[in-house]
Every structure is written in C-alpha cells, then in structure tokens.
C-alpha cells in the first residue's frame, strides 16, 4: 500500500510541475576542484585514482551517507557499516582509518561521528596510498568532503524525501548575495529516521552556514561553520554459528532491542576558514585554518562470543551469545589544523608548477569510564529479555596526537609529457594514559614520504605510472583480554606501484594496474601485533558514455589481496584477506523517454564477489547481486525521483567484518522505496 501512496504523490508531483512557470538558474562557473590532491591540475590530468561526486550524483542515487557511495564505484566496499552508527568503508580492499584518512575542505578530521551531507557540493575520492597528501595515514585512499560555496546568484533549493515507514527528511538550501564583495549560504535540514530495521527511530538535525568575502581582485576570505547532531540506536552484526554460516537472517531484526538500550548520538561543530591573496599573476599564498569538536555516546546491547563453549570470534552453534551492556559517554574529539602553501607556475620550454608548505594538526580524545558488562545470553531470533548492568568499572584512554609536515609537490610539463613529484616530511608525537593514570605511552618520530610519477597525454587519452609510500600507527584496543591495552604499535610503511590510462573526451573511461605492500596488523585478542604483509594486486576499470537517449556506466574492480610472511599464524599465509571481495561491479543505464520532455528511467546494478569470513578461508561469503530501479522527471524548476532499492527483495550477507577479534554478518537491506523532490528558485 506504501508503494500506492508513493506512486500516487509521484504522479500528482507531476501535474503540479506542469503548471509551473520557467525560471532559468545560473550555476556558479567560478566553483573550482579543491586542492587537496597538491597539484592545481584538473583532477583528469593527474596521474592519481581519483573520483568526485557532486550532490547531483549522491542525490540521485539516494546517498544520504558516505557507506551509500558503495553503490557507485565498485572500489568502494563496506567495511563495518551499521545503522545508527558512523561509517567505515574500504578502499580497493583495505579500510579507511576515521582518525587519519578523511579531510574536510583539504584539512583532516575525525570521521568517528555521523557526517551530514546536504551542505556538501561533492565528495572526493583518492583510491591509494595517500601518503604524501595526508602524512600517517591508511594505505586504501583519502576522502574530502567540499562544502557548497555561495553563488553569484541569488539560489534557493527546497528538498523532501520519503521512504517507507516514517522516515522523512526536509532541507533549505538558501544561496544570498549580499553585495558585490560578500555572498552567504545557508544550509538546514531535518531528518525523521525510522527505517525499516526494528527498534531504530532516531532523529538528525543540521545547521550550517558558509561566507565568502572579496576584499579585491587579489585576496579575499572564505568561511564556513556546520553543527550536527544524530541520534539513533545501532545495529550490531549477526555472526557465526559455531562453525556454520547461517543462511541470511532477517534483515529488519535488531539485536540491540532490550528495554534499557539507548541510542548513540553524536554531535559536532566544524568550521574553516581560508584566505587566499595572489602575489602576481603567476603565484598566490594561502593560509587554511580548521576545527572539529565532536562529543559522542556510544550505547549498546553489545553480542560478543559464546563463553559456554569457549570461543569469542562467533556466536554459539545453538544461535546463543554472551550480551554486554557498554557504555562509553560523553566521548570528545577535538581536531586542531592548520595549513600555509604557496603555490605558482614557472613558465619557460619546461613548465614548472610548484606548491609547497607547512601543515600543522593536532588530535585529542578525552574518555570516561566505560560499562562493558556481562549481563546474560542473547539469542539469534532477538527474544530474550536481560538486565542492565551500567557500571563504568573499565577505564578509558586518553590520547593526543600531534603532526607537523612540510611538503613540496611540484610538476614538470613538457610538450605531452609531464613528471610529478612529492614528497613529505613528517614529525609526529603520540601519547596515551587510561583514564585511571595508568598504561601512560609516548614516542615521537620522524619520517619522509615520497611519491613520483610520469604521464604523457596522447590526443584523447593519459598514460601514467607512479610509486608511493604511506605509514600508519597503531593503538593496541582498550577492552578484553589484550596486552598492553591503548598502547601504539610501532608504525608500518606500505608501498604502492600503479601504472594506469584515463580516456577524458566524449567518451570517459579508465583503467589502471596496482598493487600494494602494506604491514599487517594482527587482532586477535589478546594480541595485537603485526605479522607479516598483505600483497594486494588489482585492477580497475571504469566507462561512462552518452548515447542518443542513453546514458549509461559500468564500474569494475578485480582484486586479490592474500597474506604473504606472516610468523605468529604462518599457517594463514597465501590465504585470502577476510571481508574482501574477489570482485565488485557496479553499472547503471539511464533512458530519456521520447516524447515526454524530463522523464528518464533508470536501472542499477550492484555486484561483489565472495569474501574469505575467516582467516583460514574455510568460511566463505557467497557473492550476491542486487538490482534497483528509478524514474525521474525534471520539469522547469522541479525534480522528482522515485526509487526502489534492492527490487527483488533479495536475502544475502552484506559483508563480513572483524571487531575486536569477533567474526559479524551484516545482512543486505530488504526492498525499500524512497521518494525525492527537489525545487530550485
């Protein structure tokens, strides 16, 4: 009957836009890609993986969080994502660290909290080792978020949508120029969150405000501030059953269901502010400023191992496990960043383009204590009824992380050819104390990152080859059975060799070769150390075209990723890296119906190959398949969308992530439709 409604206000949506008057918009020409790269080059000239999605893009294929762009690029997988809870996703199989490999405006903060998206013009993803972009970072790729910048015009868009149950979201998007040298944009929504997982009705909430002022045509100021609060009870995974993967569980079930289960809510404040000042025509400074305060509950009936028959990586073989009460409240992060470049071209037979600088971050977690209490035995089909227990015996670990880098990145253009060079100088200092003033660590360190390429354009294409390094760190987890708990692991160095072709005319198209060397850390409690490497070997290709009424997309990735050395569990070498796999597809086919001007209809695919579930490989995840299907129809100043997610009500395993040393199944979502409306004044 929800489908009738939808379908009916579709229609009805329709017939009001007819009667509309025409408006003609005027989108910003002066919107430029970000730098965050370190090259002023058009990112289809760079001879880097990247990827950027507008807010067109994310709107239309229904991404409301960053673990949604999944659908899009078939290098993107889940990694741990949950509802009610901040994201966490993987790049060509490695996952991405919420400490170090996300920025905002090309500064870093913390993704370990709920991030809107409405007041974001696009997301930016770097597929690789990203080292020198980021200093200690994950080998799998970078994100930056770009915030929507006033525009000349005067622009107002009004947004609704629907899904199924109550879930509704409403935002303002209001774009004033106030005179010649300062414009404002303002940006507020409101979302109702109740999907279709049980016992998950929330609410999310966003204020954001950005400032651009020109004193003259040689400098000027940008400024930006966005508050956000979520709150929302999550979602724990299913798990092994005993030595069994169980068939796919229900989908809406919630094993965080008892009576005292409370929601996480997250909330922040983040704001930049930057200021540019050209030098000539040739050289221009900037001088980049950020700040993050994140404040955090993180609340749940936590399903964690089988004590009866003493094994903690899964659930019982009778579908029992042991129910923790945790809670971690009043959690805060704060991130400190500062950013100073100067960047130029030197003309001549050689061009020269050049950007250097100084970056300076600090971050800092202050906990409290936690509650991680046993309170009884739960079970798979969500029936059983347990006691509180919200004691904060354990506890946390404070820790504050410091970075000061200086780096050059400069390129070299000759004729067709071009050579890229960066590098990256690094000092770091980690320090940690638990909350009760034991287990106090602290190291500094010194590094330098390199990276180098070659490209040389032919007429409608770019080839390139490039070598990278990247370093992480560690802290051994604070909770459970581990030695040296909230202590840093000694850091790891990843190398990356890629070799790749970009096709930039009517035809857009992409293919490269990579593989990656990265240090592997091994979670099993209670160790916690690293043991040998995991060689990964990939290849991805990508296509988008326009044909007559058709536009379609096809989206490719290949990998195998398999550990190699390894002494403490010698017996996992040559075996598949858990929650990987083997292959992702993704493709969509978009047809514009003749005669009726506006009315497109689109079909989505969604593939992923198996995945190892344990390290020994002896436990697979099937792979699955999804469909979706949309019709849209823009008239004058009014967008309308209707989609339904996963048409065949398809029953399978998502993903298979490790927290903490224990095996999850998390299910794909069931059939869910969703309606969207977009006005523009």
Not at 182 to 201: C, F, G, S, W, Y
Not at 372 to 391: H, K, T
Not at 446 to 467: D, G, H, N
Not at 539 to 545: I, K, R, T, Y
Request: proline fraction near 4%.
């Amino acid at each position: 009957m929800m489908y009738v409604y939808i379908i009916f206000f579709f229609l009805l949506s329709i017939q009001a836009a007819e009667n509309l008057e025409e408006i003609q918009v005027t989108e910003d020409q002066a919107t430029q890609l970000s730098d965050f790269t370190g090259f002023t080059t058009p990112l289809s000239k760079i001879p880097l993986s990247i990827k950027a999605y507008s807010d067109q893009d994310l709107q239309k294929a229904q991404v409301k969080r960053l673990s949604d762009i999944t659908t899009l690029d078939a290098s993107v997988t889940d990694s741990y994502n949950s509802t009610g809870y901040w994201d966490i996703i993987s790049i060509r199989g490695f996952p991405l660290d919420n400490k170090n490999n996300f920025q905002r405006e090309g500064l870093p903060i913390s993704a370990e909290t709920s991030i809107p998206l409405e007041n974001k013009e696009r997301i930016e993803i770097l597929k690789g080792i990203s080292g020198v972009q980021a200093g200690v970072a994950g080998p799998s790729g970078l994100v930056n978020y770009v915030v929507k910048r006033p525009t000349i015009e005067r622009k107002t868009i009004l947004r609704l949508d629907l899904s199924e149950r109550q879930n509704v979201l409403g935002a303002i998007d209001l774009s004033v120029p106030i005179n010649e040298k300062l414009r404002t944009r303002t940006n507020i929504a409101q979302e109702n969150l109740d999907p279709k997982v049980k016992d998950t009705n929330g609410s999310r909430s966003l204020l954001a405000h950005a400032l651009d002022y020109r004193f003259s045509e040689m400098d000027s100021i940008e400024g930006e501030i966005e508050w956000s609060r979520q709150s929302q009870p999550s979602v724990p995974g299913y798990g092994l059953l005993g030595n069994k993967l169980p068939h796919p569980l229900d989908p809406t079930l919630n094993l965080n269901n008892q009576s005292w289960s409370k929601p996480v809510e997250f909330e922040g404040l983040t704001g930049t502010i930057k200021y540019v000042r050209a030098l000539n025509d040739y050289w221009r400074t900037d001088v980049l400023l950020g700040a993050q305060n994140l404040v955090t509950d993180d609340r749940l009936a936590y399903p964690y191992g089988c004590s009866k028959e003493n094994v903690f990586d899964r659930y019982c073989a009778d579908g029992t496990f042991d129910v923790y009460d945790y809670r971690s409240e009043n959690e805060r992060r704060f991130s400190r960043s500062a950013k100073f470049s100067v960047t130029g071209e030197i003309p001549g037979t050689v061009i020269q383009n050049l950007n250097f600088g100084a970056w300076s971050h600090s971050y800092q977690e202050k906990m409290g204590g936690q509650a991680y209490n046993f309170v009884g035995e739960g079970n798979v089909d969500g029936s059983a009824d347990l006691p509180a227990n919200p004691q904060k015996n354990d506890p946390g670990t404070n820790r504050l992380a410091r970075n000061l880098d200086f780096f050059i990145f400069d390129q070299l253009s000759y004729s067709k050819w071009n050579v890229w060079a960066g590098v990256r100088q690094s000092n770091i200092s980690r320090s940690s104390k638990r909350t009760d003033g034991t287990s106090g660590t602290h190291y500094q360190q010194s590094f330098v990152l390199p990276w180098l390429a070659l490209s040389y354009q032919f007429s409608k294409f770019m080839t390139y080859m490039s070598y990278g390094q990247g370093i992480e760190s560690f802290v051994t987890p604070n909770r459970g059975g581990y030695t040296n708990k909230g202590e840093f692991l000694p850091n790891v160095i990843s190398r990356q060799w890629e070799t790749g072709l970009r096709g930039t005319e009517s035809v857009q198209w992409g293919l490269s070769l990579f593989q990656v060397k990265r240090p592997v850390v091994l979670d099993q409690d209670p160790i916690f150390a690293t043991d040998g490497v995991a060689q990964q070997q990939g290849l991805e290709f990508d296509l988008a075209h326009k044909y007559q009424r058709f536009l379609y997309g096809f989206s490719l990735m290949k990998l195998n990723v398999e550990r190699q050395d390894a002494k403490i569990v010698r017996e996992f070498n040559g075996k598949k890296v858990i929650n990987v796999p083997d292959e992702t597809v993704r493709g969509f086919i978009n047809y514009e119906v003749p005669k009726i001007n506006g009315l497109n209809l689109e079909l989505r695919l969604i593939h992923e190959g198996r995945r190892a579930v344990v390290s020994d490989n002896s436990i697979m995840l099937p792979d699955w398949t999804r469909w979706d299907i949309g019709i849209s129809y823009l008239r004058k100043q009014m967008l309308l969308r209707f989609y339904v997610e996963n048409i065949g009500n398809k029953r399978y395993w998502r993903e298979s992530p490790t927290q903490y040393g224990h095996v999850y199944l998390f299910p794909g979502a069931v059939q869910t439709a969703n309606f969207n409306i977009v006005y523009t004044l």
